[in-house]
Nanobody
């Protein structure tokens, strides 16, 4: 079993930045890829970004060029640096480990003036 705990969400103005963190604990030896998803109110959960153990990344088109996913394997932590935030980035952000389908509890990001 793997437990995921996200942090770093909050209220930010349009154009601002936030950095989300997700710390994994438990059977972390089994972790390969780590990902971020988001879910806006009334919408389905959507893919944001993923990073492999070796650092290969992939992004949703809506965030490419603004968001950066990274990880610290020694700390079993994945990060999401979010820049140039827009109103439409407002959502609950969830950390995910695809293998085993583990999810964190989410952290809220609200972009508002």
């Amino acid at each position: 079993q793997v437990q995921l705990v996200e942090s770093g969400g909050g209220l930010v103005q349009p154009g601002g930045s936030l950095r989300l963190s997700c710390a994994a604990s438990g059977s972390t030896f089994s972790i390969n890829a780590m990902a971020w998803f988001r879910q806006a109110l009334g919408e389905q959960r959507k893919f944001v970004a993923v990073i492999s153990t070796g650092g290969a990344t992939n992004y949703a088109a809506s965030v490419k060029g603004r968001f950066t996913i990274s990880r610290d394997n020694a700390k079993n932590t994945v990060y999401l640096q979010m820049n140039s935030l827009k109103y439409e980035d407002t959502a609950m952000y969830f950390c995910n480990i695809p293998e085993g389908n583990y999810w964190g509890q989410g952290t809220q990001v609200t972009v508002s003036s």
